[in-house]
């Protein structure tokens, strides 16, 4: 039984934790990271100085075309939202979504996962704060595993089938850095901001900055990182 | 109710009939075909001349980085089979398998059909000549629909529900041919081949050439593609 795992890194504070988790449950981790045009490039950085920091077997990062398509705060020049209160952030699905972004990022943690016969694979949706993205749900989560177990050769063979890992499902963001302070979480490495100053500084308002700064306060511990 | 759909183009014979078909049915048609390494560039070429001659609103082609995995024969170096009977194709999965070849397309299908506000995907999967594919039965293109109806904003905000068109599933190749003749597809644009030679010419050994082949035999007609 392999004890690998692919570990989907965005770089951001909540793959860092489900990074610590999975090796906390001794796999072997293979880090995947997605370039898709996001504004805020630091974060990638962020995703390989987290991989090596926390010695991971591979990390590959992709570089995939969704800039093609458009539509997307993330991606394009919408102005991304400051200041908004948590009603506001989860009564409307957010400007910053990203079309069918996690269905794209688990079909390239599938093809990684069949090649390197793995059949563990950990995504650090959360469906307490983000619950305005639809592909963050328990729901969409279950139909992907569902698709995985019909999707590959070890499925047809009878093999190994997929399993999505999705540990921060229910917690909210205080109990994710407490479950990561308590597995060493270095928090200093892990960038949030969606709209971060021209040095990589986050910026305090955006929505992601707000979740991050509450969690911290909620948790009763101090963000190690450095804003505007 | 838009008539928009998508329309996934490899440059093949199986999909230059989709993309007839919903034509037919007067869809305006947004191709899109993946760049993903394969050997057989020539297809790439193909599916640009069968997009401008069958007058689509737009094409993408996408860069999809899976060489970066490896383990497919049509991305690296084993060698193509050739001169297989039909039982030594259907039992087993081909070695041209691409991991979550299927997924990862259908993903970005689904991306674009968010953003051009579409429901209707086509996508050209058969379940006769096909069998070994994992990702090519009708159980997987079922599980997608179910993951695509969860995955996206419409799908929270109760608008148009995506529906997977799969027109061939349970045509024989033959079939597939009469219908496109009586569509009026042009299978000289066409290519099947998974080992041409340097100028593009189709093997007529491979598994994918003696498919086409015996199909255009069995409907009574024949391939106007050159042979080496």
Known sequence: MSKNAIVLLSGGLDSATILAIAKSKNYDVF???????????????????????????????????LRQFGDSALTDSIEVPSHRNEEEMSSCIPVTYVPARNTIFLSYALAYAEVKQCSNIFIGV???????????????????????????????????????????????????????????VNYELTHSCYSPNKIGLACGICDSCLLRLKGFEKAGEKDPLKYV
């Open 31 to 65: 880090a995947i990271s997605f370039d898709y045009g996001q504004r805020h490039k630091v974060e990638l950085s962020q995703a390989k100085t987290i991989a090596q920091h926390m010695a991971v077997v591979e990390h590959h990062i992709i570089n995939i075309d």
């Open 126 to 184: 959360n469906a307490i704060d983000y619950s305005g993205y639809p592909d963050c749900r328990p729901e969409f989560i279950a139909a992907f595993e569902k698709l995985a177990k019909l999707a590959t050769k070890a499925s047809v063979e009878g093999s190994d089938k997929i399993k999505i890992h999705t540990p921060l499902m229910h917690m909210t963001k205080a109990e994710i850095i407490k479950k990561g302070l308590s597995l060493g």
